[in-house]
């Protein structure tokens, strides 16, 4: 299965058609603002409880992995990132 078909199942998952696509592209530059802090105040989240801190190791300056990845992201994520490439 190419990665275009693969898109297309998850966006077909979610219910995600066309318009919603387009409503989503008219507001990125808002969301590529907001989603920085979103994410800090997420695994800010999720470091305050021992059941969910456990599924990431968390480190200063070097950001977070979780448990069973060997990608290591760092939060704030760049305006690249990857999820809001596939709307552009």
Do not use: H
């Amino acid at each position: 299965m190419s990665a275009d078909n693969n898109l297309s199942d998850r966006l077909s998952f979610i219910k995600m058609d066309a318009e919603a696509i387009e409503r989503l592209r008219s507001i990125k530059p808002l969301i590529m603002e907001e989603l920085p802090g979103a994410i800090a105040e997420f695994y800010k989240q999720v470091r305050a409880f021992p059941e969910t801190k456990k599924f990431f190791s968390f480190s200063i300056g070097t950001g977070f992995r979780a448990e069973n990845s060997t990608r290591t992201t760092s939060a704030p994520l760049p305006k690249s990132a990857r999820s809001m490439r596939a709307l552009a």
